[in-house]
């Protein structure tokens, strides 16, 4: 498991970040006032069931909302407000200093361009290569991410790659200007368990070897274990709990955390241990004043159906908002 490290300077301050989503008949809050720091070259993870606004926290760093969203509070990159931005200013960050993996890489991929010409065409708008060495640069950055007969596959199109193969080519455009930040959104969702294996690893060594800060998003708290420094649960928007890896798996303090490991196989025991379950179903944000876990909480106070927890220290870099942990022992 890596080893926490959030001695340096924040890269990314998150503050009181907030998604909203108008509705023909209502308003939903996706992200509801999450607070978070990335440090330089970290692995930070961010997981919660579908719906806890893991991925709207990425598309809102990189401007890409859809056309009912805005975003609320501060996201710091390096000191600049990502989120008061105009377009000209945050198109000099994305890409360059910024890269995202989205989910699905034939989405992201341009269908009639060749996979080489797509990684070279960054290089010559934002550094200034020329043709040539522009499209030396993009092979020599295919060959990295150990796709063979670089050379020859860069004058291909992404449907003539396996799923596994284009995200590779994901990985090496999001890579190849060695940015500071890399967004990942569940890259590995569409990939067979052995292939994820590969992508995820193939990832998380480029981006210690160019010192690039990852952050996660992930349903599967197997990889979290694999690869993050640190870990972030969001439920309903808002964030429950937040903790060095290793310290979440050995003692989880919010009962939701709880419930996402007792439901993650384990090899260990996988032979006799019965998986847990959550009871009930998850709620988009904003629509409880108290905790927006508590309607499936099986150890809740009454206290948490009308107030909602603050969030606060529980232990070395961990913070967690549930009113159990302020009940005396």
Do not use: W
Not at 229 to 235: H, I, P, Q, S, T
Not at 263 to 284: E, N, Y
Request: contains cysteine; aromatic residues 4%; charged residues 20%.
């Amino acid at each position: 498991m890596p080893s926490t490290q959030m001695t340096a300077e924040p890269l990314l301050s998150l503050r009181d970040l907030t998604v909203r989503f108008r509705l023909p008949d209502r308003e939903v809050v996706a992200v509801d006032r999450v607070s978070l720091d990335l440090a330089p070259g970290e692995v930070l993870g961010i997981v919660g069931e579908s719906g806890s606004g893991k991925s709207q926290i990425l598309f809102a760093l990189m401007g890409l909302l859809a056309s009912n969203g805005k975003a609320g509070g501060q996201a710091l990159f390096r000191g600049q407000d990502l989120l008061a931005m105009k377009p000209a200013e945050l198109d000099r960050v994305r890409g360059v200093q910024m890269s995202m993996i989205f989910q699905d890489p034939m989405t992201s991929l341009n269908p009639y361009q060749r996979v080489g010409d797509q990684l070279a065409e960054g290089l010559r708008v934002h550094r200034g290569l020329g043709r040539s060495e522009a499209r030396q640069a993009a092979v020599a950055m295919l060959e990295r991410v150990r796709i063979p007969d670089a050379a020859a596959r860069a004058m291909r199109y992404p449907h003539e790659f396996s799923g596994g193969m284009r995200q590779r080519v994901m990985i090496a455009m999001a890579l190849l200007m060695k940015p500071a930040i890399l967004l990942a959104d569940e890259p590995t969702t569409a990939l067979d368990v052995t292939i994820q294996a590969q992508v995820l690893d193939l990832m998380a060594e480029l981006a210690r070897e160019n010192g690039t800060a990852v952050v996660l998003v992930t349903h599967d708290l197997g990889v979290v274990a694999r690869l993050c420094d640190r870990v972030a649960v969001l439920y309903g928007g808002r964030l429950m709990e937040e903790s060095p890896a290793e310290a979440l798996f050995d003692a989880p303090k919010h009962p939701y955390s709880a419930g996402l490991l007792r439901a993650t196989p384990r090899l260990d025991d996988a032979m006799t241990a019965r998986l847990g379950t959550i009871p009930g179903q998850p709620r988009a944000g904003g629509m409880s004043p108290g905790c927006p876990f508590a309607p499936r909480c099986e150890v809740k106070l009454p206290l948490c159906d009308t107030t909602q927890p603050p969030l606060r220290e529980v232990g070395p870099a961990r913070r967690a908002a549930c009113h159990l942990l302020e009940q005396p022992a």
